[in-house]
T-cell receptor, first 114, second 115 residues
Framework: AQSVTQPDIHITVSEGASLELRCNYS??????LFWYVQSPGQGLQLLLK??????LVQGIKGFEAEFKRSQSSFNLRKPSVHWSDAAEYFC????????????FGTGTQLKVEL | NAGVTQTPKFQVLKTGQSMTLQCAQD?????MYWYRQDPGMGLRLIYY???????DKGEVPNGYNVSRLNKREFSLRLESAAPSQTSVYFC??????????????FGPGTRLTVL
């Protein structure tokens, strides 16, 4: 069964600093990978997804992520964080074939210091 | 276009009471899902419905039942609520294309407290 690890429970960055949130997955075949963001009291919003092709994917709000098959990683990055980026971020993995279920990581809470 | 809607937004139950959480989507998606979110545990799949007329258990189905009423609506029922079911419940929907996963779109959630 697939699994997702987000090793950082909490991260604090200063506004304007760069950000990298880590995500590692365990899955034997080609995964579909997603990053979602959840603001307090809200549902989850898709930031970006990787299905195939270019391993560097661009998302909304200036976020990007890079799929590295050799490291089983799909880390999320942003060059300059804004105070409004403070939220919880979830990485998720889905089956590339034969299924439509997602497995989510436990999330990383991002705090932005002004 | 409202996307995925959930009712109610908040609910407090006493142990042993029953209730149904409602979910509807207007995106013509064929797959729908129910998750629960608990602190430090991410989202865990309770039940899902790959298409109208089918439902399957997810990771944590015990204590819950579901009904796929039609293509738009997917309800989650707690027959006898327990304090361990205190959680935030999210409904989601997605398109299934050629048997492969696609983006899931989430509702705003229902915060349930069981006393």
């Amino acid at each position: 069964a697939q699994s997702v690890t987000q090793p950082d429970i909490h991260i604090t960055v200063s506004e304007g600093a760069s950000l990298e949130l880590r995500c590692n997955y365990s899955y034997g075949a080609t995964p579909y990978l997603f990053w979602y963001v959840q603001s307090p009291g809200q549902g989850l919003q898709l930031l970006l997804k990787y299905f195939s092709g270019d391993t560097l994917v661009q998302g909304i709000k200036g976020f990007e992520a890079e799929f590295k098959r050799s490291q089983s990683s799909f880390n999320l990055r942003k060059p300059s964080v804004h105070w409004s980026d403070a939220a919880e971020y979830f990485c998720a993995v889905g089956l590339a074939r034969g299924g439509n279920k997602l497995t989510f990581g436990t999330g990383t809470q991002l705090k932005v210091e002004l | 276009n409202a996307g995925v809607t959930q009712t109610p937004k908040f609910q407090v139950l006493k142990t042993g009471q029953s209730m149904t959480l409602q979910c509807a989507q207007d995106m013509n998606h064929n797959s729908m899902y129910w998750y629960r979110q608990d602190p430090g545990m991410g989202l865990r799949l309770i039940y899902y419905s790959a298409s109208e007329g089918t439902t399957d258990k997810g990771e944590v189905p015990n204590g819950y039942n579901v009904s796929r009423l039609n293509k738009r609506e997917f309800s989650l029922r707690l027959e006898s609520a327990a304090p361990s079911q205190t959680s935030v419940y999210f409904c989601a929907s997605s398109v299934m294309v050629a048997g492969t996963t696609d983006t899931q779109y989430f509702g705003p959630g229902t915060r349930l407290t069981v006393l």
